[in-house]
């Protein structure tokens, strides 16, 4: 099957401490992204990437890291700058004509 | 800056009937729009991509218009069913920000059987 996934579903985690969140896809699609969503403000662009070894800073880059080693794989870091890094992180993937898809999604809570 | 509305952003309809949700967008330079369907604690599965050039597309019950100099898109379903019953989110992209996509809030649709 053809998709995107990430992992894990859900995270928890102390204030202070950096966490990763995966995504890989198996789509061949050279562009990914990361939004952010939380209660009553819709996706926010964090970070994104149009080809391997490249990324470039979204709206709500603060506080948040990125790679982008392999084409299938853009692992997402929040790092303990990230001031309320509580929310619902997606992961998408895009080819031609940038027909953006979706994984799961990793629902993250910081105590 | 490109900003996107969804009108409205809740709405209730009994099962059969047919429903229009309405997305607004400041920029008219986009390169797609996309309308996506969320389910509770879900991932965002793709309903219908509109290239700058087109003015509608269909898939199966769902039609989606766009009309880029007035800077609007509908989503009408036909024959709406209780399993329609979900969050719709519009989106549009530029061809900046790598087509990073730029959402609205979402209108969430019930529907009652």
């Known amino acids: 099957d053809g998709g995107i996934t990430q992992s894990p579903k859900y995270l928890f985690r102390k204030e202070g401490q950096n966490v990763t969140l995966s995504c890989e896809q198996n789509?061949?699609?050279?562009?990914m992204y990361w939004y952010r969503q939380d209660p009553g403000q819709g996706l926010r662009l964090i970070y994104y990437s149009q080809i391997v070894n490249d990324f470039q800073k979204g709206d709500i880059a603060e506080g948040y890291s990125v790679s982008r080693e392999k084409k299938e794989s853009f692992p997402l870091t929040v790092t303990s700058a990230q001031k309320n890094p509580t929310a619902f992180y997606l992961c998408a993937s895009a080819g031609q004509p940038y027909e953006q898809y979706f994984g799961p999604g990793t629902r993250l809570t910081v105590t | 800056k490109q900003e996107v509305t969804q009108i409205p952003a809740a709405l209730s309809v009994p099962e059969g009937e047919n429903l229009v949700l309405n997305c607004s967008f400041t920029?008219?330079?986009?390169?797609?729009l996309q309308w996506f369907r969320q389910d509770p604690g879900k991932g965002l599965t793709s309903l219908l991509l509109i290239q700058s050039s087109q003015r509608e597309q269909t898939s199966g019950r769902l039609n989606a218009s766009l009309d880029k100099s007035s800077g609007r898109s509908t989503l009408y379903i036909a024959a709406s069913q209780p399993g329609d019953s979900a969050t719709y989110l519009c989106?549009?992209?530029?061809?900046?920000?790598?087509?990073?996509?730029?959402f609205g809030k979402g209108t969430t649709l019930s529907v009652s059987s």
């Open positions: 920029d008219s330079a986009i390169y797609n």
């Open positions: 789509l061949n699609h050279d562009a």
């Open positions: 989106a549009v992209s530029s061809n900046q920000a790598g087509t990073a996509l730029i």
